[in-house]
């Protein structure tokens, strides 16, 4: 069973920093991509930043000199370094990653439960 667990959400004021972290542990035998999404209430779940394990990243217009995603191969962890934060940026943020299974040798895909930033003066 392989399970996500994200850490760091919480509130900050604008202008603020945040780091999001997200630790994939179980059985996999590799890590292809990782990525962050949000969700803000009453909007649907866009994707805010991705990263393969091989170091390429891409980012959403809206986070673009903003936001930084990096990876710790060793740790098996994904990071969201979240600057000049606005209230826009408000939503749940998910963990999303696209792992080779141990037993199979396929593809599959796994969301952790989400950590909530909530940007307010």
């Known amino acids: 069973q392989v399970q996500l667990v994200e850490s760091g959400g919480g509130l900050e004021q604008p202008g603020g920093s945040l780091r999001l972290s997200c630790v994939a542990s179980g059985s996999f035998s590799s890590i292809n991509y990782m990525s962050w999404y949000r969700q803000a209430p009453g909007k649907q779940r866009e994707l805010v930043a991705i990263?393969?394990?091989?170091?390429?990243?891409n980012y959403a217009d809206s986070v673009k000199g903003r936001f930084t995603i990096s990876r710790d191969n060793a740790k098996n962890t994904v990071y969201l370094q979240m600057s000049s934060l606005k209230p826009e940026d408000t939503a749940v943020y998910y963990c999303?990653?696209?792992?080779?299974?141990?037993?199979?040798?396929?593809?599959?895909?796994?969301w952790g439960q989400g950590t909530q930033v909530t940007v307010s003066s």
């Open positions: 990263i393969a394990w091989g170091g390429s990243t």
């Open positions: 999303y990653a696209n792992l080779r299974s141990s037993v199979t040798g396929t593809h599959v895909t796994y």
